[in-house]
């Protein structure tokens, strides 16, 4: 298989986030997450139509949890048959693909980094456990940034690249990089009408790094934000277009 063929997605191992100052006594709970299933399933079907081989890593090689709230069927907007058709999916990769059991990133040496020719970080907010200060995949991050090879980050897929800051010269690797996630509106939407408590925000964190954040209503509305070999975008709603473009990247 040509070296391209190939691409590397990054899952967490957590399945819960750090909610802080929750309740009248203001303290900090675990709340149940995941990797958003949506910002999987279509990137990851138009990679595998593409002819893409796909490979899954994650700290520990922890089998991946989805966030109970991509799997209702509220976020598909009452469409069964995607919710379904994603669910299939991902219950395919687990047979074919060690979707259970992903590669740890300690395991994936640099030589074999060479053989991909992407990477994508799907989003939930899981990574913000345990994707941002990971050593491991700060060098795996490092190499696809170094390589200019296409990156795709969607939602809170973003919060990995600050891993890069915890290897080599210990520089945030996109700085100056016009980027799109998961925004402080939108977080902040999040905490006072689901959560009810306060989660590291993405996008301020990114920008106090040096990155350009490109936020608004045509992001929330799904338009992706591409610059070198980033492509990146906010939510769901972003999906279908950051495949459609990562996958165009991969084949350029």
């Known amino acids: 298989m040509a070296p391209n063929k190939k691409v590397l997605i990054i ?7 750090p909610l802080y100052n929750t309740g009248t006594d203001g303290k900090t709970v675990d709340q149940p997450s995941g990797y958003f299933l949506m910002e999987l399933a279509k990137p990851l079907q138009g990679l595998l139509d593409a002819g893409y081989e796909v490979t899954f890593a994650s700290p520990e090689g922890k089998e991946p949890t989805p966030d109970p709230l991509s799997v209702s069927l509220a976020a598909f907007a009452g469409n069964y048959f995607e919710k379904k058709r994603e669910l299939e999916l991902v219950e395919k990769m687990k047979k074919e693909n060690g979707f259970s059991r992903p590669r740890k990133f300690s395991e994936i040496t640099d030589d074999e980094l060479k053989s991909f020719g992407g990477v994508f970080i799907p989003g939930g907010h899981a990574p913000l456990r345990d994707l941002g200060d990971n050593p491991e995949l700060g060098r795996i991050l490092s190499h696809f940034h170094q390589e200019k090879k296409p990156t795709a980050a969607i939602c809170h897929g973003p919060w990995a690249f600050l891993s890069t800051k915890y290897v080599g010269d210990k520089e945030f ?34 920008r106090n790094e040096g990155a350009e954040m490109v936020e608004g209503i045509s992001t929330s509305l799904g338009s992706i934000t591409v610059d070198r070999e980033v492509v990146s975008a906010a939510n769901p709603m972003g999906a279908d277009a950051l495949g459609k473009k990562f996958i165009e990247m991969l084949s350029a």
């Open 11 to 17: 899952m967490s191992d957590a399945s819960s986030f």
């Open 173 to 206: 690797a996109y700085k100056g990089y016009k980027l799109t996630s998961w925004s402080d509106a939108e977080e902040k939407f999040m905490e006072t009408v689901v959560f009810r408590g306060e989660v590291d925000k993405v996008e301020s964190t990114l």
